[in-house]
C-alpha cells in the first residue's frame, strides 16, 4: 500500500503558506486526516455557504471536494503547488442540512502523469452522501519518481 | 425556438431576493444577457477568486458556470426557486489570467422534469475556453406547464 | 437498509424477454448477483471486446457498467423497462488485461424520480478498479410507490 | 487555426488497420470529414444497435462518441495507435428515433499531453441533439512536436 509522504499538518502549512485565500471571508476549511491515498476534510457550517432553506450551497461543496482531492494527492506526492485539476465531475444527492460537512476522498489511480479520486460528502454525524464527486488531476512531469 | 418568459432584469431582481449569499465578499458575478435557451454572465476579477500566480480559482469557475445555467434556466421557465442542481461536470481546459471572466450557456434540453446545458467560460477578450461544463437541474412538477 | 424486490433470476429473466439485443454477438454480460442498492456483473473475455494490445475497449466497459446500474436499479425497484439513463460519467484507469471483466454497482441515491449509482469495473482476480463510473437514471412517475 | 495532418481517407486506413474489431458485427461507424480541431462521424442504423420501441442504445451512441474524438485527434497529431481515452461523460437529452446517428467532435483543447473534446449526436436530418459528450484523452510524450 502506498503510504502519504506528508502528514496533516505538513500539507496543512503547504496550504496556509500557498493558498491563503482558501480562508477568504472566514476560515473553514479543515484538514482531518491525511491516510495512504486517502484524506478526510470538514467544511464548517458557516453564513456564507448557506442557500435558501438553509441548504449548503453547490460550489461551497464543490470546493471542499476539490480541495479534499488537492490535499489527498498534496500528501501522498509532496509539496507540488502546480498540480492542476483538469476534471471534475458532482451528484448532488441529497440536500445538507444547517450542519458541517465530512468529506472523505479516496485517490483510484496515482499515475505519473494523472491521479483520480473520488470523494463522498455528507453532514457530519450521518451517512448517507449529500454529493458524489471524481475529480482528475494532472501532475508535473517531475513530481513523482 | 423557445422564447424567455423573464427578462435579464427579472432574473436579477430575483436573484438579489433569494440568493443574497451569491455575493458575500463583494459582488462579482453580473448577469450580462437571457436570450432563447441562453444567458451571459460575468465574473469580475477579485482578489477573493486568486489563486497562486495570478490565476482564478477552480471553485469561483465553478460558481460561475452553476449561476449561469441556473439563470438560463429561470429566464425559461419563471421563477422557480426551488430548481435543484443534480448533476455538474467540468473540463479545466487553460489557466485564466488576470481579467474578468464571461460564461456562455445554452440550454441542450428543456424537458418537463430535467433541463441539461453547458457553458463555455472565457477570459473577457479573448476566444479560448478556459473551462467548459455541462449541468442537469431537476425541475418541480409544477413549474412547467 | 432497502431490500430489493427481484432476485437475480427475476432480473435475468426480465432481460432476456425485453433486451434481447444485449446478447447480439454471443452472450457475454451475466448477473452474477444482486442485494441491497447493489449489483455485480460480469462480462466475459471475448474477441469482440479486445483492442490493439490485447486491451479491453472503452465501449464494452461503458456498455457494462450502464448495465450494472441498470440491474441494480431493476432489482429495487421491480421490472420498468423504461427507466432511461441520463447521464453516465466514466475515468478509465488502468489498461484491463485478457480477463472477465466484474463490475459492482452501488446506488448511492433511490429517489422517487431520479437514481444515481456509481460502478468500480476490475479485472477478474484482482482489486485494483480499470475503470470507475457514476451514472443517474431518470424513473418514471408511476414506478416507485 | 490549427490545420489537421491527416486526411478523412489517411484516418480510415489507419483504422482498418489497427482496429478491425470496430467492424464486429457490421460495419457501421463511418467518417463522414475530418477539418480543423474537428471531425464528423456517421453512425448507421443497425439491428444491434436497437433498443425496445425501436430506439437506439445507450452503449452505441458512447461508442460513436469515443470514436469520433479519437478520430479528430487523430487527424490533428498524426497516426499515434496509443492515445488512450482517460474520460467520457455523456448526457442522453432525448431518444434518437429509427435513422442514422451523425456526431459532431470539435477539439477544445489540443495540449501537448491531454486533449478535450465535445461531441454533439444527433438523428441524420434532425437538428435537436440527442446525446452530448464530453471527453480527455491521454496523449503520449513523442506524438506531439
Known amino acids: 500500500m502506498h503510504q502519504p509522504v506528508m502528514t496533516r499538518d505538513d500539507v496543512e502549512a503547504f496550504l496556509e503558506q500557498e493558498f491563503p485565500q482558501l ?4 476560515r473553514t476549511y479543515h484538514i482531518e486526516s ?4 486517502s484524506a478526510q476534510l470538514r467544511m464548517d457550517y458557516h453564513e456564507r455557504h ?3 432553506g438553509g441548504t449548503l450551497s453547490g460550489p461551497s461543496m464543490m470546493a ?3 480541495l479534499a482531492i ?3 494527492i498534496l500528501a501522498q506526492i509532496g509539496p507540488v ?3 492542476v485539476t ?3 465531475s458532482f451528484n448532488f444527492l441529497r440536500k445538507p442540512g444547517k450542519r458541517a460537512l465530512i468529506a472523505d476522498c479516496r485517490i483510484l ?3 505519473r502523469r494523472l491521479a483520480v479520486a473520488e470523494v463522498g460528502i455528507r453532514s457530519e454525524g450521518m451517512s448517507d452522501l449529500v454529493c458524489h464527486a471524481t475529480g482528475t488531476y494532472s501532475i508535473p512531469s517531475n513530481a513523482v519518481s
Chains 1, 2, 3, 4 share one sequence.
Not at 491525511?34 to 491515498?37: E, S
Request: proline share 8%; aromatic share 8%.
Open 86 to 88: 483538469t476534471n471534475l
Open 70 to 72: 488537492y490535499v489527498a
Open 34 to 37: 491525511v491516510g495512504p491515498l
Open 109 to 111: 489511480k496515482l499515475g
Open 23 to 26: 480562508h477568504y471571508g472566514g
Open 81 to 83: 503547488a502546480l498540480t
Open 50 to 52: 448557506i442557500r435558501p
Open 64 to 66: 471542499l471536494a476539490d
